[in-house]
């Protein structure tokens, strides 16, 4: 889970330079947000939990796009903390515990494993298949030209 922002940034945004956990950390805060929506009703200030997690995403996305229509390059990958987030609510949702389990909590369960496999996946057969990234590639595949 806490290497899902560098292997999301590797796919999508491959020439930012990253630097410290800031995916994780948001990883650990959308698994937080899972939890809560996952055990709302028996959750004490559940409220409360999950407004601090959406005010947090919502003032760096803010951030993120401000800075994009202004044209100033921060070199943030942003790319690390969208797929940081995903990973941490995918990944919270099955390793977290729920407290009462409902039939449709089963699926969605069954949902996010697959979806985060797929991704997971992906991101490895990405990174070992594509030609463009690195630069000085060497791959036997991308020097073959297959």
Same mark, same amino acid.
């Given at each position: 889970?806490?290497?899902?922002?560098? #292997?999301?940034?590797?796919?999508?945004?491959? +020439? !930012?330079?990253?630097?410290?956990?800031?995916?994780?950390?948001?990883? @650990?805060?959308?698994? =937080? &947000?899972?939890?809560?929506?996952?055990?709302?009703?028996?959750? +004490?200030?559940? /409220?409360?939990? #999950?407004?601090? !997690? &959406? @005010? #947090?995403?919502?003032?760096? %996305?803010? %951030?993120? *796009?401000?800075?994009?229509?202004?044209?100033? $390059? %921060?070199? !943030?990958?942003?790319?690390? =903390?969208?797929?940081?987030?995903?990973?941490?609510? &995918?990944?919270?949702?099955?390793?977290?515990?729920? @407290? $009462?389990?409902?039939? /449709?909590?089963?699926? *969605? /369960?069954?949902?996010?494993?697959? *979806?985060?496999?797929?991704?997971?996946?992906?991101?490895?057969? /990405?990174?070992?298949?594509?030609?463009?990234?690195? =630069?000085?590639? &060497?791959?036997? @595949?991308?020097?073959?030209? #297959?």
């Amino acid at each position: 889970m806490l290497s899902a922002g560098s #292997l999301g940034t590797s796919v999508v945004d491959s +020439q !930012v330079y990253l630097a410290g956990a800031s995916g994780g950390v948001y990883a @650990i805060l959308a698994a =937080h &947000l899972a939890n809560a929506v996952m055990n709302w009703k028996e959750m +004490q200030f559940g /409220w409360a939990r #999950l407004a601090f !997690v &959406l @005010i #947090l995403a919502v003032a760096d %996305t803010a %951030t993120a *796009v401000y800075y994009y229509y202004i044209g100033t $390059d %921060t070199g !943030v990958g942003y790319a690390a =903390h969208i797929c940081g987030a995903l990973a941490g609510v &995918l990944v919270g949702i099955v390793t977290l515990w729920n @407290i $009462d389990e409902k039939p /449709w909590e089963v699926k *969605v /369960w069954w949902i996010s494993l697959c *979806v985060f496999m797929a991704l997971v996946l992906f991101g490895i057969f /990405w990174n070992i298949f594509y030609c463009g990234y690195p =630069h000085d590639n &060497l791959s036997p @595949i991308c020097k073959t030209g #297959l």
